[in-house]
């Protein structure tokens, strides 16, 4: 069964700290992965799309990564501000006309 | 630029009633999506359309309907809404359904409590 499992549940950190969220996947044939971020009460936002033949991909202080041998993806923020407060989608993406897998999101909070 | 317009934000629906909830989009996209987002759950399909005049079925269709008479509007009826429809509905559009790396573009969502 495709699956896309995201840790941590949810995470809190201070201001100006990095943090790593996480994304394993079992989607099969892989196309590609994306990471997404939803405000509370808004509609998810992409930060990054992934095919397999990439292994990171930066969007300001968003990094993410791609193992597609270990079915591994991992989301960086780097310098946190209180703005970067919002669940964190790992969405992937199989071949074909099949609709996307979601995972069930990172709620990050970032405080001063 | 406006993208993808959802109404109402939010409703109160008696179980039982029936309810449409609108989405139109701007950007000419050619394929639409209905998503609903649960507490502890990820985003699930509703239903899809592909380009105007066809529509397919997702994940959780049962209870849904939608048509597309165009490209630009992707209307999401429940016919009979019950209890278990209360979620926050979120319309999606992309260029192209083939496009494998085409982004998605999600509307503001559509909160719905069905008593």
């Known amino acids: 069964k495709n699956q896309v499992e995201q840790s941590p549940q949810s995470l809190i950190i201070l201001e100006g700290k990095n943090c790593t969220l996480q994304?394993?996947?079992?989607?099969?044939?892989?196309?590609?992965l994306r990471w997404y971020k939803q405000d509370t009460g808004r509609g998810p936002v992409s930060l990054t799309i992934?095919?397999?033949?990439?292994n990171t991909k930066s969007n300001g202080r968003y990094t993410a990564t791609l193992d597609a041998d270990t079915k591994q993806s991992s989301l960086h923020i780097t310098a946190s501000q209180l703005s970067d407060s919002a669940s964190y989608i790992c969405?992937?993406?199989?071949?074909?006309?099949?609709?996307?897998?979601f995972g069930k999101g990172t709620r990050l909070s970032v405080i001063a | 630029t406006a993208g993808i317009t959802q109404a109402p934000t939010s409703q109160i629906l008696a179980a039982g009633r029936s309810m449409t909830l609108r989405c139109t989009q701007d950007?000419?996209?050619?394929?639409m999506y209905w998503y609903r987002q649960d507490l502890g759950l990820g985003l699930r399909l509703i239903h899809y359309?592909?380009?105007?005049?066809?529509?397919g079925k997702g994940e959780v269709p049962d209870g849904y309907s939608v048509s597309r008479a165009n490209t630009d509007d992707f209307p999401l009826t429940l016919a009979s809404a019950v209890p278990s429809q209360t979620s926050v509905y979120f319309c999606?559009?992309?260029?192209?359904?083939?496009?494998?790396?085409?982004?998605?573009?999600f509307g503001e969502g559509s909160r719905l409590t069905v008593l």
């Open positions: 999606a559009s992309k260029q192209y359904a083939g496009a494998m790396t085409g982004e998605l573009f």
């Open positions: 950007m000419r996209h050619n394929a």
């Open positions: 359309s592909n380009t105007a005049g066809t529509t």
């Open positions: 994304c394993n996947y079992t989607v099969s044939p892989f196309s590609n």
């Open positions: 992934m095919t397999f033949s990439e």
């Open positions: 969405v992937v993406s199989a071949t074909g006309n099949t609709p996307l897998v």
